[in-house]
Nanobody, 121 residues
């Protein structure tokens, strides 16, 4: 059974940092593409980062480029999103998603339940 479980969200002050984790099971992490999405109230879902072994690339959305870093630990079946210089507009529910073909492209086949990130003073 494929599962993705996010963790690491919370409340942080502007300028602070958080590291989100996405622990996967039921599939070989190195063969899948894994993406991070976020959705704020009243806003559309936004893909902010994706890592693909097949493509040999990591992608970032313009809104997070230079502030967020995505990495993968295949030994622990976990993908991380290191977030720095956080802004109030980063407040959202963050989800990870996986593509079984290893391509960073919509649609994604599996989704986690999400973790809340709130940036506020």
């Amino acid at each position: 059974q494929v599962q993705l479980v996010e963790s690491g969200g919370g409340l942080v002050q502007p300028g602070g940092s958080l590291r989100l984790s996405c622990t996967v099971s039921g599939f070989p992490l190195e063969s899948y593409a894994v993406a991070w999405f976020r959705q704020a109230p009243g806003k559309e879902r936004e893909e902010i980062s994706c890592i693909s072994t097949k493509e040999g690339k990591t992608y970032y959305g313009d809104s997070v480029k230079g502030r967020f870093t995505m990495s993968r630990d295949s030994t622990n079946n976990t993908v991380y999103l290191q977030m720095t210089s956080l802004k109030p507009e980063d407040t959202a529910v963050y989800h990870c998603a996986a593509d079984q073909f290893g391509i960073c492209s919509w649609p994604y086949d599996y989704w986690g339940q999400g973790t809340q990130v709130t940036v506020s003073s």
